[in-house]
């Protein structure tokens, strides 16, 4: 029941078709696609992505069994060079169009921080911070809302939706259909909640449960007091917990694996459907 997949550019770069085909080879169902970081071999420069270039691009996916869950466009939506948010927004809705004429699930963003380098600030957790980004996607959901396309937000501790409860406050904010929840439990984990993973996710399921229509997972350990990403199934995440979350709540929903490599994924396929089929 668990439809699992991993991010396209995890993959050594190749033209879109060998690198398709390598990823239907693993029997691996669904990609999360970031254009300009998956595909090398054509354009895909806002003025490129046509409905032509889609029909090009599904033909290829439909011939390897493999459906493209989530269309990665990670910019910072809250930075104050405006020169550089008005070409992001500009960007975000020629992924829109895109995902609209590829039929993708969704365009999926985290929601960046209010500084230029994209970084941690003790700013990104203030009020102020939350109503720079609400201009931006209240601009980007009213535009998904015209298209019929779904926006997935994903929380992460060091930008301004930084855990669940911010994500609840935005979604009350913006009250938009089309803008949804991408839930990666360990990007909310910090190396002092992470002993809560369990509080955590069921805290997500509680407020967002509704909202969450796609999943990252991966896995890490800490070390001298800060958070070391690891192979999945070789560190301290709880995937009895998450897994047992999703067979209850989310049957059917993508899994997409993060920080795999082709010496990996196979083991890290297998241990996710492992333990899943074990619950």
Known sequence: MLSIGMRAHDMPAANFEELISKIGGLDLKCIQLALKKSITDISVENEALTPGLAFHLKKILHDNNVNVSVLGCYLNMATPDEEELKQSIVTYKANMRFAKYLGCAMVGTETGAVNVEYKYTPENRTDKALEILVKSVAELADYADKLGVTF????????????????????????????????????????????????????????????????????????????????????????????????????????????????????????????????
């Open 152 to 279: 997935g937000i994903e929380p992460v501790s060091n930008h301004i939706i930084y855990d669940v409860k911010r994500a609840r406050q935005l979604l009350d904010i913006i009250d938009s259909p089309n803008v949804q929840i991408i839930l990666d439990p360990i990007n909310i984990f910090t190396e002092e909640n992470y002993v809560n993973q369990e509080e955590i996710m069921e805290e997500a399921f509680d407020l967002l449960g509704e909202n969450i229509i796609a999943v990252h997972v991966k896995d890490f350990i800490i070390k001298d007091n800060k958070k070391i990403g690891v192979p999945i199934g070789e560190g301290i995440f709880n995937y009895d917990k998450l897994l047992s979350l999703l067979k209850k709540h989310k049957p059917y929903i993508h899994v997409l694996m993060e920080d795999t490599t082709p010496d990996n994924v196979v083991a890290s396929r297998d241990f996710i459907l492992n333990k899943f089929n074990s619950l």
